[in-house]
């Protein structure tokens, strides 16, 4: 038996890519930036104009004119407007291109305008003018043909903005593993399915299947009996057509715990079998062809812990869009003896900054139940009977929020 700290160790050495694919724009929000992205024109493409106000000459405005007649007005999405002469200004717009006879603007709240004999003027109160004032210049922020995302970025939604404004209809990113889910028992049946007296529906999978859909990984669906022959032959074909399998069941010391010899028939290279951990201790990991098989205690409490400690950090690595475990103080003390690292449930509740763990023991690895209260898991390391109240501890959340 090993301890968490190994079993993690074993899994995260274990580096895997699955190469890139095309994905449209809508389709990359936390998705893995593939290739290099480089500004298809100048940032910003023109001299834009930052206030709404009036375009003038700065040196009219270093000579001391601060009266000027409006010749006209440049709104946003027209081409550029010239004056014709330096006592003339031309009334902008936010997100105009400012035309290159005027370098400084007046915003309207230090300009006054009276009329005239049919002509409009503008008085300017601007006494802390400078050349460029109120003015994005072409390509300050970045020039055509510069890098602005690299490979391994991930797509957050500024990201996403970049890539629309480089107009980048489709992106490569990072493919996702194709993964296989399989629950494994004889005692199984479908979610839809009315369960005989002792048969249970399949929690395990569906759980596992519904989050890596929402991170947009999609699985592929698959029951075996507890049959020697048949997790054999069905595991051989699943093993070839798949990236990652996540099994759930079938891994403990009972008659119809076939997948640990069934899997080592198959080639797969055991890393370990058991971790000195509650719940999911009997959990099995080996590789095969550099593919991970991630063997969980059937017991639900268990699969989920295993899935949510263990696997999605994994996936989250390979995908580098891993953000680093937080940690969550514990709000009671709680008693443990057996020598194991224990992975108690939790409520979460973030205070002032700070994330306090109320623990919701629940009644073991099969009250599937209890994990309505708890929104995590509180790893408490093993070597200690009592842990202190008001110490910080590793948290692994699974709220989707
Ligand atoms: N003699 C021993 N017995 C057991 C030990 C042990 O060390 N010595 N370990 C216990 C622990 S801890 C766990 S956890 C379980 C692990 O069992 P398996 O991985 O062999 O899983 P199964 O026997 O197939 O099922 C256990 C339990 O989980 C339910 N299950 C299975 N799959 C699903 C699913 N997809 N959805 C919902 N529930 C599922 C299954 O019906 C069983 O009730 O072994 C202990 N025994
Ligand atoms: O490890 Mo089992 O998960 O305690 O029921
Ligand atoms: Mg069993």
């Given amino acids: 038996m090993i301890s968490v700290e190994e079993a993690r160790k074993f899994i995260d050495e274990h580096h895997a890519s699955w190469g890139s694919e095309r994905v449209s724009l809508g389709e990359s929000l936390g998705r893995v930036l593939a290739e290099e992205v480089r500004a298809d024109r100048d940032f910003p493409p023109f001299d834009r104009v930052t206030m709404d106000g009036v375009a003038i000459g700065y040196e009219a405005y270093v000579s001391g004119r601060r009266e000027f007649e409006v010749s006209g007005v440049q709104y946003a999405g027209e081409a550029a407007k010239n004056i014709s002469g330096d006592d003339q200004c031309l009334e902008v717009m936010t997100g105009a291109v400012l035309g290159s006879s005027c370098d400084m603007v007046i915003r309207y709240e230090d300009v006054v305008f009276h009329d005239q004999d049919g002509r409009r003027f503008a008085t300017i109160s601007d006494e802390q003018g400078f050349r460029w004032k109120n003015v994005h210049r072409q390509g300050s922020d970045q020039k055509e043909g510069e890098v602005l995302l690299a490979p391994g970025q991930v797509i957050h939604a500024g990201v996403l903005a970049i890539l629309a404004t480089v107009g980048r209809m489709e992106t490569y990113v990072q493919k996702f593993p194709k993964v296989a889910i399989v629950s494994t028992g004889d005692e199984l049946v479908d979610v839809a399915q009315i369960p005989k ?205």
């Avoid at 999609?218 to 049959?227: E, Q, R, T």
């Fill in 197 to 401: 007296a002792y048969q249970i529906r399949k929690s395990n999978v569906v759980m596992m299947e519904s989050v890596l859909t929402m991170k947009g990984v999609s699985c592929s669906m698959f029951h075996l009996l507890d049959d020697y022959e048949i997790l054999t032959k069905e595991l051989s074909h699943i093993l070839k057509s798949h990236d990652v399998l996540l099994l759930s069941g079938g891994v403990s010391k009972g008659k119809a715990d076939f997948l640990p010899q069934v899997l080592e028939e198959l080639g797969v290279e055991k890393q370990f079998h058991t971790v000195a951990q509650r719940p999911g201790k009997p959990f099995w990991f080996g590789i095969h062809q550099k593919k991970p098989v991630f063997a969980f205690p059937g017991n639900p409490i268990s699969t989920m812990m295993c899935f949510q400690v263990y696997f999605m950090p994994w996936l989250s690595k390979q995908l580098h869009t891993y953000s680093d475990t937080s940690v969550a103080v514990l709000t009671e003390d709680v008693v443990f003896k057996p020598d194991l690292g224990y992975f108690v449930q939790v409520s979460l509740q973030s205070h002032q900054g700070r994330l306090y763990a109320m623990p919701q023991a629940g009644n073991g690895s099969g009250d599937l139940v209890n994990l309505a209260k708890s929104t995590g898991f509180l790893y408490l390391p093993a070597g200690q009977e009592v842990y202190k109240k008001n110490k910080e501890y590793l948290v692994y959340s699974f709220s989707p929020l």
